[in-house]
Each structure stands twice: as structure tokens, then as C-alpha cells.
Nanobody, 116 residues
Framework: QVQLVESGGGLVQAGDSLRLSCVVS?????MAWFRQAPGKEREFVAS????????AYADSVKGRFTIARDNNKNTVYLQMNSLKPEDTAVYYC????????????WGQGTQVTVSS
């Protein structure tokens, strides 16, 4: 059974930075971050593969967010710079067994609030 535990959310001001962490227990092939703002659908933020570090980003975060993984620590990170109020959301770590398709495992979420 795969478990994902996120941490690192908080309340910051516009322009600040935050780093989210997701500790993974169990095997996955691809990891990702999603977010869900109040009243909106959950949306993809970024993804990375453990094996060969193929990375993808949503257009809305390109150039500001960086996803990375530490295989030794079984941890995936999301470094968020130049935060904007529209980045306010609950951020979820997700994992899947394959290189495509739906995500099979989800963390409990961590709140990120960006004030203007």
C-alpha cells in the first residue's frame, strides 16, 4: 500500500516562496502535484518520474514552480517562487503506478494561502 504525506503549506504574501514536500512510502512510477482552489476543479500543477526525471508543468506555473525528487529520501518537492494570490489552493501530492493514465494514490493535501 502506497502512502503519501505532504507538508510545507502555509500563509505567505504575494512574491514569497514556499517548498512543499511529499514523503512516499511504497512504489510508484510517476509523481505529481495537483491543486484545488475553493469552488474550482482540481488541476494539474507538475509531474516527475522517479526513474528518468521527465518533468511537466502547467502553463500557469512554468518559470515559477520547480518539481524535484530525492530518490534516497523517497521525497518529492514542489518549490514555489513568486507566489500569486491565484496560487491559493489545497495542494495534493499524487502517485501512479504507470507512466500515463490516472493517478492511483493521493495525499491528504496541504493548504497554501497567498495574500495580496
Amino acid at each position: 500500500q502506497v502512502q503519501l504525506v505532504e507538508s510545507g503549506g502555509g500563509l505567505v504574501q504575494a512574491g514569497d516562496s514556499l517548498r512543499l514536500s511529499c514523503v512516499v512510502s511504497g512504489r510508484t512510477f510517476t509523481m505529481a502535484w495537483f491543486r484545488q482552489a475553493p469552488g474550482k476543479e482540481r488541476e494539474f500543477v507538475a509531474s516527475i518520474r522517479w526513474s528518468n526525471e521527465i518533468i511537466a508543468y502547467a502553463d500557469s506555473v512554468k518559470g515559477r514552480f520547480t518539481i524535484a525528487r530525492d530518490n534516497n529520501k523517497n521525497t518529492v518537492y514542489l518549490q514555489m517562487n513568486s507566489l500569486k494570490p491565484e496560487d491559493t489552493a489545497v495542494y495534493y501530492c499524487a502517485g501512479r503506478r504507470g507512466f500515463s493514465g490516472q493517478y492511483d494514490y493521493w495525499g491528504q493535501g496541504t493548504q497554501v494561502t497567498v495574500s495580496s
